[in-house]
């Protein structure tokens, strides 16, 4: 069965350094999300992204973040300047289109970045 | 503002109970409620989507129901088994064009064998 993937599973970066997050959603989906966890808290949306460009993106999604889909199949979320509250597990998600089962978010496994 | 609520947070039942889990939203406008299924330190795994005009939906051992008007989600989970111990998310899809997911903090079931 297609899955979302994500690299790396586990990323430790210094307070200050830029980080590169990476999905690859699954192949015929159109609808890409990044979301984030901080420890003990709930899942959050970070923003959203549609036939190339940003559909909406929350306030915790400042000028250090940007996303990029550089090719077919993958999905970036970068960090310019990390950080230590940045810390926390990153999923991407991804659906295939806008009604019925297709509204389905399907979520990869996550990326656990800790700012140090 | 959409709030998301669960409860119980946490919930310990022995083997073969069935058990009813709580969502609450104060926004009925909604497009659709999922419920996620997340093990610990694990992404998450969808179990059912509930559209805005739907009351149940069912899978396995599963069912979902949705009150819209009143703001609630229930997940039902027939014979309870050791495998269903996990936390246990809903979130509920705001009307927009953007599908962002607003998510409550989760129910951590451990089911005793």
């Known amino acids: 069965e297609p899955e979302v993937t994500q690299t790396p599973s586990h990323q430790v970066t210094q307070m200050g350094q830029e980080v590169i997050l990476r999905c690859v959603p699954i192949?015929?989906?159109?609808?890409f999300y990044w979301y984030r966890q901080i420890l003990g808290q709930k899942v959050e949306f970070l923003v959203s992204f549609y036939n190339n460009e940003i559909s909406e993106k929350s306030e915790i999604f400042d000028d250090q973040f940007s996303v990029e889909r550089p090719d077919g199949s993958n999905f970036t979320l970068k960090i310019r300047s990390t950080k230590l509250e940045d810390s926390a597990m990153y999923f991407c998600?991804?659906?295939?289109?806008?009604?019925?089962?297709?509204?389905?978010?399907?979520f990869g496994p996550g990326t656990r970045l800790l700012v140090l | 503002k959409q709030e998301v609520t669960q409860i119980p947070a946490a919930l310990s039942v022995p083997e073969g109970e069935n058990l009813v889990l709580n969502c609450s939203f104060t926004?009925?406008?909604?497009?659709?409620l999922q419920w996620f299924r997340q093990d610990p330190g694990k992404g998450l795994t969808s179990l059912l989507l509930i559209q805005s005009s739907q009351r149940e939906q069912t899978s396995g051992r599963l069912n979902a129901s949705l009150d819209k008007s009143s703001g609630r989600s229930t997940l039902y989970i027939a014979v309870s088994q050791p495998g269903d111990s996990a936390t246990y998310l809903c979130?509920?899809?705001?009307?927009?064009?953007?599908?962002?997911?607003?998510f409550g903090q989760g129910t951590t079931l451990q089911v005793k064998p």
């Open positions: 926004d009925s406008a909604i497009y659709n």
């Open positions: 998600a991804s659906r295939v289109g806008t009604s019925g089962s297709q509204e389905t978010q399907y």
């Open positions: 979130a509920v899809r705001p009307i927009s064009n953007t599908g962002k997911l607003i």
């Open positions: 192949s015929n989906h159109l609808y």
